[in-house]
C-alpha cells in the first residue's frame, strides 16, 4: 500500500512539474506579444497627442484590446503555472512523507521483541519423532494435544522428554530459560514453550554415558 501511495506521489509530482513546464513555455511569447501592444499603443498615443488624428486613437483603442486579450492568456498560464509550482511541492511532501512513514515501520518491526507462539511453531513432520520408541511422528505445525501419545510405544508426545529444548546436561534439563520445568519430565504437562523434538533421548546423563563409555575401551 505504501509503495502504491509513493508512485502515485511520484506520479503526481511529474505530472505537475510538467504542467508548470508546459505553462511556463506557453506564457513567454504570450508576454513578448503584450510588451510589443503596449509599445505600440503608446507609439498610437503620442501620433494621436501630436497631429490630434482620430485615426490614431482608433489604431490605439485597438491595440488596447488585442493587449488584454493577450494578457489574460497569460494571466490563465500563469495560475496553471503556480498550480503545477504548488503541486511539484505537494507531491515531493508526500513522497518524503510516505518514506518516513516506511522507515518508520521498519524499525518498528525490527525493534519488536520476538513472541512466542506456543503450540504454532511450525516444523517439517519428517523432523519429529517419539523420545521412547524413536518412531516417526506425523505432526503438522506442533500439533500436539496435553493428552495425545506416541502410536507406536504409547508414551505421552507433551512431555519434557519429547521436547526439542530437553537436554539432560542443563539446568532442570531445560533449554528454555522461562519455562516452568515439571518435576517429572515423562508425564504429559501444560508447558506453553513445548515443540515436539526429533526423538532420541534417553535416560541416561550424555556425561555419564561418555564416562561409561571410556572405562570400557580401556578396560580392553
Given at each position: ?65 488585442q ?60 523432523m ?64 506453553e ?5 526429533e ?22
Amino acid at each position: 500500500m505504501r509503495t502504491r501511495g509513493v508512485l502515485l506521489a511520484w506520479m503526481w509530482t511529474v505530472l505537475s512539474i510538467s504542467a508548470a513546464v508546459v505553462s511556463t513555455v506557453r506564457m513567454q511569447p504570450l508576454r513578448r506579444e503584450s510588451d510589443a501592444l503596449l509599445v505600440s499603443s503608446r507609439a498610437h498615443a503620442d501620433a494621436f497627442a501630436t497631429s490630434f488624428d482620430g485615426q490614431f486613437a482608433d489604431q490605439q483603442l485597438d491595440t488596447f484590446q488585442q493587449r488584454r486579450d493577450v494578457v489574460s492568456r497569460a494571466q490563465s498560464w500563469q495560475r496553471l503555472q503556480l498550480l503545477g509550482a504548488l503541486g511539484t511541492f505537494g507531491g515531493l511532501f508526500a513522497v518524503w512523507l510516505l518514506w518516513m512513514l516506511g522507515r518508520l515501520h521498519a524499525d518498528l518491526a525490527m525493534t519488536e521483541p520476538a513472541r512466542a507462539t506456543p503450540l504454532a511453531l511450525i516444523y517439517s513432520p519428517c523432523m519429529t519423532g517419539c523420545a521412547w520408541c524413536g518412531s516417526r511422528l506425523d505432526v503438522v505445525g506442533n500439533a500436539v494435544g496435553r493428552t495425545d501419545t506416541c502410536p507406536h510405544c504409547e508414551h505421552d508426545l507433551h512431555a519434557c522428554r519429547q521436547c526439542r529444548h530437553f537436554d539432560p546436561a542443563v539446568a532442570k534439563s531445560c533449554k528454555e530459560p522461562f519455562a516452568e520445568v515439571p518435576s517429572n519430565k515423562d508425564e504429559a504437562n501444560f508447558c506453553e514453550f513445548f515443540q515436539l523434538g526429533e526423538g532420541g533421548h534417553t535416560d541416561e546423563d550424555p556425561l555419564r554415558a561418555a564416562r561409561e563409555a571410556a572405562d570400557a575401551l580401556f578396560r580392553r
